[in-house]
């Protein structure tokens, strides 16, 4: 019995080093996600916090069947799922605008700051009016950079579905970014 | 503005959010305390399991068990391969005596070849 409680130590230390090694290096990732998928630090910070609690409980399972695939898709894929339940018992929808949700690219005059500002701030709002799927795959290929294979396996679609997703979901987002600088305009 | 164009917009829209530096080793400890727990909970587990004596068996007299089955399923086989050949040792045999000595060294010669088909 001592040998296998030995064992089984050694193999509870060997993936609770794995998953600190993956909980460091999506940390980041997980939570812009959650940020942007809620729209405000507090519950991203919470939302973080579940996935991460979430996926430690199922870790082991998770690096059996993923087969040395990356493990970042099934990390955002339980983020999402924890999302869709926040909005469901809450009933509740991504707050807009966004915080400032960070360092905006270096300009020249105070005037190109804050017409880049606002447009991005335009473009952000016009994000949040997105369906949930079309929302979702934006921010997992531009806020986290993620490729069409690791969003669909995030998603559960196939990747050619994803494809047309996300480009579908560019255009809606080019419309309306247009028809509301349109509306600002006049 | 081009779609190239409005995608690299897009990309500085949404750019990847760093969380607040607080949240790292907040979640850290949190993950350790889990860690604890369930190492704390192994061990419980263990002692609680030694405690009982309805692990004992499988514990203790597991490998014991295993030895007296094993044992009696080998002498069972030696002597059905044994018996299936009396009919030809009580013809051969010349008086009581020598069947008996063939009998014993039938017996002897199929534990043998147990023996050698368990080591295999």
Request: aromatic share 6%; charged share 30%; with cysteine.
């Amino acid at each position: 019995m001592a040998a296998a409680s030995d064992s089984a130590r050694e193999d509870k230390a060997r993936l609770d080093a794995a998953f600190t090694d993956l909980y460091r290096a999506h940390l980041r990732d997980v939570y812009s996600y959650s940020y942007y998928r809620v729209g405000n630090h507090h519950d991203a910070e919470d939302l973080t916090e579940q996935t991460f609690l979430q996926a430690y409980r199922h870790f082991e399972r998770a690096q059996k069947e993923s087969q040395g695939r990356p493990l970042r898709p099934w990390l955002i894929r339980i983020a999402h799922n924890l999302a869709a339940n926040y909005y469901r018992d809450r009933s509740r929808r991504p707050q807009t605008p966004i915080d400032d949700a960070g360092p905006l690219p270096e300009l020249h005059t105070t005037e190109a700051i804050v017409e880049d500002r606002e447009d991005l701030n335009l473009i952000l709002e016009c994000v949040q009016q997105l369906p949930d799927d079309r929302r979702e795959a934006l921010i997992m290929r531009f806020a986290l950079g993620m490729d069409n294979r690791e969003i669909a396996r995030a998603l559960g679609r196939t990747d050619g579905a994803t494809k047309v997703l996300i480009h579908r979901a560019i255009k809606q987002l080019e419309e309306l970014v247009q028809a509301e600088a349109g509306t600002e305009a006049t | 503005m081009s779609t190239w164009d409005f995608e690299t917009r897009l990309r500085e829209a949404l750019q990847p959010v760093d969380p607040p530096a607080d949240l790292e080793p907040r979640l850290e400890m949190t993950l350790g305390s889990l860690v604890e727990m369930a190492a704390d909970e192994l061990d419980a587990w263990e002692l609680r399991a030694m405690k009982d004596p309805r692990n004992w068996p499988r514990t203790v007299l597991g490998p014991a068990a295993a030895v007296v089955i094993g044992s009696g399923a080998a002498a069972g086989l030696v002597i059905l391969r044994t018996r299936g050949r009396r009919h030809k040792r009580r013809a051969q045999a010349r008086n009581a005596w020598d069947l008996a000595e063939r009998t014993f060294r039938d017996a002897a010669r199929e534990a043998m070849r147990v023996f050698d088909d368990i080591g295999r």
